[in-house]
C-alpha cells in the first residue's frame, strides 16, 4: 500500500486548484450554453407569434389564448404568461432587423435583456448596455443603476479632452479614447463635499471594484502609491491599473481641485518612469489619466499639445453612496456561475419581469 497523500503539499494543492478551476470553468460554460438556449427559444416564439399574426390576420387575443393553453397542459407552464410572451414578440420584433445585436442579447441573462429592452430606447445605447453586460457579468440592479446614470452617454461624450491621436498608433489611440469617460460617477465613495486627496485615495482602495465597475471594462487593480525606483529616487504614482483590452498600464492621479497645466507634465514624467522601468516587453505604452473636480478646456487643450506619452484629463463626480443591494458589483467566476443560475431560475420556469 503507498504512503498517503499529505494534503498540505506544494504539488497536491497545486493539483487541488487546478481540478476546482476547471470544474468551475466547466459550470460557468455549462450555464451560458443554457442560458443561450434559453434566450434562443424566447427569440423563436416571439417570431413565431409575429409571423402566425402576420400570416393568419390574428390579433392579441391569440396571445391570451396560448398563455392560457399552456398554463393549462403539460401540469402547468410557469413563465408563459401573456405578458411574458408580448414581451417575447417585443423582443424579437426589436432586434430581428440588427444581427449584430442579435448575437449580443444571447450572451445575457433574459432580464438583463429585458431591462435593455424596457428602459433603453437608442439602438447604440442598446448596444453599449449589451455588451456591458456580457463582457461584466453585470447584474440586473446593477444594469438598471448603470441606465440611470447615463452610463451610456458619459461614456459617450465628444468633448473627451487626450492626446492619444497624437501619442499613440491609430488603433490604439481609438482604443484608448473609448477606454476613458469625460466624467466619472464616484457615487459609491459615499461622500459628496471636496476631501483630502489622501482620503479619496484611501476610499478609492476600499471600494475598488466598484470604482473599476465606474472606469469600464478590462480594468484591474495593481496598487496605489506604486513605488518605482530610479536614480536612487523613489517616485509614487496615486493608482496603478491594467487594461487587457488595451494590453497596457493605466495611471491615475487624483486631484481634489481644478485643474492645473503642471499636471499634465507630472503625468508625462511618471509614464516615462512606467515605460522605462515596469512595462512589460509585450505591453503597448502606459497611458495616463488626470483626474480632477473641474477643469478648463483652453488649459487642459495647450497643457496636453505636445506631450510625448497619451495622457487624458477627466472629471470626477461625488453623489451618494450605491445601496447597499449593488454591492459586490464585480463578482469573481463563482459568483458569476450562481448569479446567472439564479437568472435562469429552473430553465422551464424563467420569470420574465422586469421589475
Known sequence: MSDPIITDEPQYLSFLEDVRDRIQHTQIRVVKSANRELIELYWS??????????????????????????????????????QNLWYMRQFYNAYRQDPILQQLVGEIPWGQNLTILSKVKSRDARHYYLKATQ???????????????KSYEQHGLVNKQHNFQQALPKH????????????????????????????????????IR????????????????????????????DLLFSNRRLNSLVAVELKVGRFKPEYAGKMNFYLNLLDDF????????SIGIILCTERNYFEVEYALRGLDKPVGVSEYVLTHELPSSLEDKLPDAEQLRKRIQQELGDMDLFDADTE
Not at 417570431?47 to 403539460?74: C, H, N, P, Y
Request: glycine share 8%; proline share 2%.
Open 45 to 82: 416564439l416571439g417570431q413565431l407569434i409575429v409571423e402566425k399574426q402576420e400570416a393568419f390576420g390574428w390579433g392579441k387575443s391569440v396571445v391570451e389564448q396560448l398563455a392560457t393553453d399552456l398554463r393549462s397542459g403539460d401540469h402547468g407552464r410557469r413563465g408563459f404568461s401573456a
Open 210 to 237: 466598484d470604482v473599476m465597475l465606474a472606469l469600464g471594462y478590462g480594468f484591474a487593480f495593481i496598487g496605489n502609491q506604486y513605488r518605482i525606483r530610479a536614480n536612487d529616487t523613489d517616485y509614487y504614482i
Open 278 to 285: 515596469v512595462r512589460e516587453p509585450h505591453e503597448n505604452p
Open 172 to 207: 490604439q489611440a481609438e482604443q484608448a479614447d473609448q477606454a476613458i469617460k469625460d466624467v466619472y460617477l464616484l457615487d459609491m465613495l459615499g461622500v459628496e463635499a471636496p476631501i483630502l486627496e489622501a482620503e479619496l485615495e484611501s476610499r478609492i482602495v476600499a471600494k
Open 135 to 149: 463582457e461584466m457579468g453585470w447584474t440586473r440592479a446593477v444594469l438598471i443603476h448603470n441606465i440611470q446614470s
